[in-house]
C-alpha cells in the first residue's frame, strides 16, 4: 500500500542543523520530494531526489535516501528562522504522476 | 506569472449548500490536481485530471465533482456540503519532464461548512 510517515515536530536552536526524517512504502516510487509550507500558505517545492539516487545537495539543503530501508531525510544546515514551516515528505508515483504526502513536520527555529 | 490561483480564499457554508471552487493555472500545464488538507494532516487527492476532457478519481472524491473543459480551468464543485468537508482546499497543477513531475500549487481556499 501507500502510505508515507513523518515525525510531527522538531525544534531547532538558530544557527544548527534540521534534520526531518520520512519513512515511506511504496517500493515503486520514481521520486521523493520535500514541500514546505508557510503558515496560511500553500506548498512549495523545496527540493526532489530521483530513486536511484542517494544523496542530492542544494546550497542548505541535503536530502538523503536510503531505498533499502525506504527513509528519506532532510538535512537544512545553519537553520534560521524563516525555516520554521511544515515540511512535507511526499513520493511519486511514476505510474499515475500522483504525490502521496505525509503529515507533514512542523519544524520551529528558537533564536 | 501567476501560476495556480484559486478562488475564494475563504468560504463559510451551510450544510446542504453547494458551491464551486475555481481553479486556472496559466503555465499550459496538462496535469491538474485538487488536494484537501485537514488540520495536523499531510494532503490527501480529491480528483484530478491528465488532461482536457480527463479526469479520474483520487484518494477520497465523495461528495465531489469536477470537470476539465479547457487545459487552463479545472473547477470542484461540492453539492451537498457536509461539515466532514470543512477543510483547506490546494488546486495543483504539473507537467511531464525528464526531472520529475514538478507540482505547483495554489494558495489554498479555506472553507468551513456549518
Known amino acids: 500500500g501507500e502510505d508515507v510517515e513523518q515525525s510531527l515536530f522538531l525544534s531547532v536552536r538558530e544557527g544548527d542543523s534540521s534534520v526531518i526524517n520520512c519513512t515511506y512504502t511504496d517500493s515503486s516510487s520514481t521520486y521523493l520530494y520535500w514541500y514546505k509550507q508557510e503558515p496560511g500558505a500553500g506548498l512549495q517545492l523545496l527540493t526532489y531526489?530521483?530513486?536511484?539516487?542517494d544523496m542530492k545537495q542544494d546550497q542548505r539543503l541535503t536530502v538523503l535516501l536510503n531505498k533499502k530501508d525506504k527513509h528519506l531525510s532532510l538535512r537544512i544546515a545553519d537553520t534560521q528562522t524563516g525555516d520554521s514551516a511544515i515540511y512535507f515528505c511526499?513520493?511519486?508515483?511514476?505510474?499515475?504522476?500522483?504525490?502521496?504526502f505525509g503529515s507533514g513536520t512542523r519544524l520551529l527555529v528558537r533564536p | 506569472n501567476a501560476g495556480v490561483t484559486q478562488t475564494p480564499k475563504f468560504r463559510i457554508l451551510k450544510i446542504g449548500q453547494s458551491m464551486t471552487l475555481q481553479c486556472t493555472q496559466d503555465?499550459?500545464?496538462?496535469?491538474m490536481y485538487w488536494y484537501r488538507q485537514d488540520p495536523g494532516m499531510g494532503l490527501k487527492l480529491i480528483y484530478y485530471?491528465?488532461?482536457?476532457?480527463?479526469?479520474d478519481k483520487g484518494e477520497v472524491p465523495n461528495g465531489y465533482n469536477v470537470s476539465r473543459s479547457t487545459t487552463e480551468d479545472f473547477p470542484l464543485r461540492l453539492e451537498l456540503a457536509a461539515p466532514s468537508q470543512t477543510s483547506v482546499y490546494f488546486c495543483a497543477s504539473s507537467y511531464t519532464t525528464g526531472s520529475g513531475n514538478t507540482i505547483y500549487f495554489g494558495e489554498g481556499s479555506w472553507l468551513t461548512v456549518v
Open positions: 511526499a513520493e511519486g508515483l511514476d505510474s499515475s504522476y500522483k504525490l502521496i
Open positions: 531526489i530521483f530513486s536511484n539516487m
Open positions: 485530471s491528465v488532461g482536457a476532457g480527463i479526469t
Open positions: 503555465m499550459n500545464h496538462n496535469y
